[in-house]
């Protein structure tokens, strides 16, 4: 039971953390979940995460709820998922309290707004980490099919302007299908 509290309480306090201190959305929560659980803690393999986040980014809801539930269901279950979620969502709600009884506060100061516009930067900055990072991995493996995909979305969306959904999911299916493939060719 104790091993369990151990466990529950390790996956709390990771979520609520990367939650708290993370500003920019999804994306950015992405490599810091990898960091803790792949690295740090070792409790998913790195292919493994990119297929969970795969997974997320495509279920409707936020990214970072999604990616935990994932994460918190491989780990511990049903009660894993439920506890990773409540670490997830727990620090936005606290957070969005305080600013919505400061609002007029917020919204008029200078600094406030110049802290914001710096965050922004910093939220580019590691996004592109992301992207460099999870491209990398496809490159090394060259993963032709994936290679393909991935610079048919990027021209689709910042060439064509090409709705992100629609893209995700036919990226998908063509993922399926390959896999699909793939299993037939080795029966």
Request: hydrophobic share 55%; glycine share 8%.
């Amino acid at each position: 039971m104790k091993k369990n509290l151990n466990l529950y309480w390790t996956l709390f306090s990771s979520t609520f953390l990367l939650s708290a201190f993370t500003f920019g959305g999804g994306y950015v929560i992405v490599p810091l979940m990898k960091k803790k659980f792949v690295d740090q803690l070792r409790w998913i393999e790195e292919e493994e995460m990119l297929n969970m986040i795969a997974i997320a980014q495509s279920s409707p809801g936020a990214l970072a709820v999604n990616a935990s539930i994932m994460v918190g269901y491989k780990i511990a279950g049903v009660w894993g998922a439920i506890i990773s979620s409540f670490g997830t969502i727990l620090p936005p709600l606290i957070i969005l309290t305080v600013i919505s009884f400061f609002y007029h506060e917020f919204r008029d100061n200078r600094y406030i707004r110049a802290m914001l516009k710096g965050m922004q930067a910093g939220v580019a900055a590691v996004i592109t980490d992301v992207v460099l990072g999870l491209s990398g991995n496809v490159i090394k493996k060259r993963q032709v099919l994936s290679m393909a995909i991935m610079v048919a979305a990027f021209i689709a969306v910042f060439f064509f302007d090409i709705n992100v959904a629609f893209v995700i999911l036919i990226s998908g299916l063509i993922g399926a299908l390959a896999i699909l493939l793939t299993q037939e060719e080795h029966s």
